[in-house]
């Protein structure tokens, strides 16, 4: 080969390998702006995780929604308390990613989470059903605490106690404790008394807060439903979405046992408290389990969820003749009639009390005194419902021994 061309071949080998060279790079280009355009398609942990978790559908709760969107979930809580007008809304986003949309005042919460600190006890049970007990870290009110996986984390200390251990709304927050926790998300409730609710200044202090509403629904599967709640900040949807199926399934069978009795007996439920009778509305799940269960709510004639103050006059012009009286929140703890005399005379102008037809529901106990009703009881309204079967309608479940339920004893006689 002659020197000149020699040099024209070298010439035009060197121009092909750089037209290679600029093609793969520019197929590098193409790809990383691909990747950046389509990149939450593909990649893993962003939006089709939210299709991977599964998907739950609320049939019951009432106070919550919950959408799915390709790259995040919608959560939204409404009435949270009784008169509340405002919705609290929850986008619920993949862990390192971020939603095409924000929308607008929502609490950006990346799921699932890791940690999560509990102001109201009632939600304890869902994090074992959907065996993510190690998320809690912390629990206002522990001595309260009676589901047992958690009772043992109290004990070893994996599980904090984050107020000042007091009993109902007087808790004291540890917030001190709180930043050292520095949970994702802390879960609780509202009564809309700024004196009492904590949330806003806990989002003020900078934690996200979520709020639960659950003892505003309207039917127990309702209140049970809001596992799946809990289970989206978890990215437990279709685990909760299983577990419920078969609840429902199990609650709905003792329901229509009832449809055999004969007669529909009357109940009346609570009792005075300094002056005041918080009588559960007609619209609230206690109610309706009531009825679910056959029996006839004398105080029911408001349709409203939660509870209402009353005068003992106006129960007793109502509800003197009922054939039962259950006790829930106040008059939980007793254990005989004569207790209940000695807190009020008046007491015994009800028949119910004077034929021995009361009933507690603090049959059961956490180590150190709460009443398991509040926790599990929540969370398994099929057994409750068939305790209130066996109450109202004892021959339709005449081998069914009381689980939550607990008979007062009668009056000691001389």
């Given at each position: 080969?002659?020197?000149?061309?020699?040099?024209f071949?070298?010439?035009?080998?060197?121009?092909?390998?750089?037209?290679?060279?600029?093609?793969?790079g520019?197929?590098?280009?193409?790809?990383?702006?691909?990747?950046?355009?389509?990149?939450?398609?593909e990649?893993?942990?962003?939006?089709?995780?939210?299709?991977?978790?599964?998907?739950?559908?609320?049939?019951?709760?009432?106070?919550?929604?919950?959408?799915?969107?390709?790259?995040?979930?919608?959560?939204?809580?409404?009435?949270?308390?009784?008169?509340?007008?405002?919705?609290f809304?929850?986008?619920?986003?993949?862990?390192?990613?971020?939603?095409?949309?924000?929308?607008?005042?929502?609490?950006?919460?990346?799921?699932?989470?890791?940690?999560?600190?509990?102001?109201?006890?009632?939600?304890?049970?869902?994090?074992?059903?959907?065996?993510?007990?190690?998320?809690?870290?912390?629990v206002?009110?522990?001595?309260?605490?009676?589901?047992?996986?958690?009772?043992?984390?109290?004990?070893?200390?994996?599980v904090?106690?984050?107020s000042?251990?007091?009993?109902?709304?007087?808790?004291?927050?540890?917030?001190?404790?709180?930043?050292?926790?520095?949970?994702?998300?802390?879960?609780?409730?509202?009564?809309?008394?700024?004196?009492l609710?904590?949330?806003?200044?806990?989002?003020?202090?900078?934690?996200?807060?979520?709020?639960?509403?659950?003892?505003?629904?309207?039917?127990?599967?309702?209140?049970?439903?809001?596992?799946?709640?809990?289970?989206a900040?978890?990215?437990?949807?279709?685990?909760?979405?299983?577990?419920?199926?078969?609840?429902?399934?199990?609650?709905?069978?003792?329901?229509?046992?009832?449809?055999?009795?004969?007669?529909?007996?009357?109940?009346?439920?609570?009792?005075?408290?300094?002056?005041?009778?918080?009588?559960?509305?007609?619209?609230?799940y206690?109610?309706?389990?009531?009825?679910?269960?056959?029996?006839?709510?004398?105080?029911?004639?408001?349709?409203?969820?939660?509870?209402?103050?009353?005068?003992?006059?106006?129960?007793?012009d109502?509800a003197?003749?009922?054939?039962f009286?259950?006790?829930?929140?106040?008059?939980?703890?007793?254990?005989?009639?004569?207790?209940?005399?000695?807190?009020?005379?008046?007491?015994?102008l009800?028949?119910a009390?004077?034929?021995?037809?009361?009933?507690?529901?603090?049959?059961?106990?956490?180590?150190?005194?709460?009443?398991?009703?509040?926790?599990n009881?929540?969370?398994?309204?099929?057994?409750?419902?068939?305790?209130?079967?066996?109450?109202?309608?004892?021959?339709?479940?005449?081998?069914?021994?009381?689980?939550?339920?607990?008979?007062?004893?009668?009056?000691?006689?001389p």
């Open positions: 080969m002659t020197p000149g061309r020699g040099r071949w070298a010439r035009w080998a060197g121009l092909a390998l750089l037209g290679l060279v600029l093609a793969w520019f197929l590098r280009v193409a790809g990383a702006v691909s990747n950046v355009l389509h990149g939450f398609r990649k893993p942990g962003s939006a089709s995780s939210i299709r991977q978790t599964g998907r739950a559908t609320i049939r019951h709760a009432k106070r919550f929604t919950l959408e799915y969107r390709d790259d995040c979930k919608i959560i939204r809580v409404n009435q949270p308390w009784r008169g509340a007008k405002e919705t809304l929850y986008q619920l986003v993949p862990r390192g990613s971020h939603p095409q949309t924000v929308e607008p005042g929502a609490l950006l919460v990346e799921t699932p989470i890791r940690s999560i600190v509990l102001l109201t006890t009632s939600s304890l049970p869902s994090f074992v059903t959907l065996g993510r007990v190690e998320v809690v870290q912390g206002a009110g522990t001595a309260h605490v009676t589901t047992p996986a958690f009772t043992d984390r109290i004990r070893s200390g994996q904090q106690e984050v000042n251990g007091a009993s109902g709304m007087n808790k004291v927050l540890d917030y001190d404790r709180l930043f050292t926790l520095n949970p994702d998300l802390i879960l609780t409730s509202g009564t809309g008394d700024a004196s609710d904590r949330h806003q200044k806990l989002g003020e202090a900078g934690f996200r807060v979520a709020l639960c509403a659950d003892y505003m629904e309207n039917e127990p599967l309702g209140r049970a439903e809001w596992i799946k709640f809990v289970a900040f978890l990215d437990r949807d279709a685990e909760a979405e299983a577990h419920f199926e078969k609840l429902e399934a199990r609650y709905m069978a003792q329901k229509t046992l009832t449809q055999q009795a004969f007669r529909r007996p009357t109940v009346l439920c609570e009792m005075d408290y300094r002056g005041s009778w918080y009588a559960p509305g007609g619209g609230s206690l109610a309706a389990f009531f009825r679910d269960a056959g029996a006839t709510y004398l105080l029911g004639d408001d349709p409203n969820p939660g509870s209402r103050p009353l005068k003992i006059e106006m129960v007793l109502r003197r003749d009922a054939d009286w259950m006790l829930h929140m106040t008059g939980s703890s007793l254990h005989t009639l004569q207790e209940m005399k000695d807190t009020d005379p008046r007491y015994t009800f028949k009390f004077r034929e021995g037809k009361v009933f507690t529901t603090g049959a059961r106990r956490g180590p150190r005194g709460g009443s398991d009703y509040w926790e009881g929540t969370a398994n309204p099929d057994l409750v419902l068939a305790d209130l079967i066996a109450i109202f309608h004892p021959e339709l479940l005449p081998n069914h021994a009381l689980y939550w339920h607990a008979w007062l004893k009668p009056l000691a006689h």
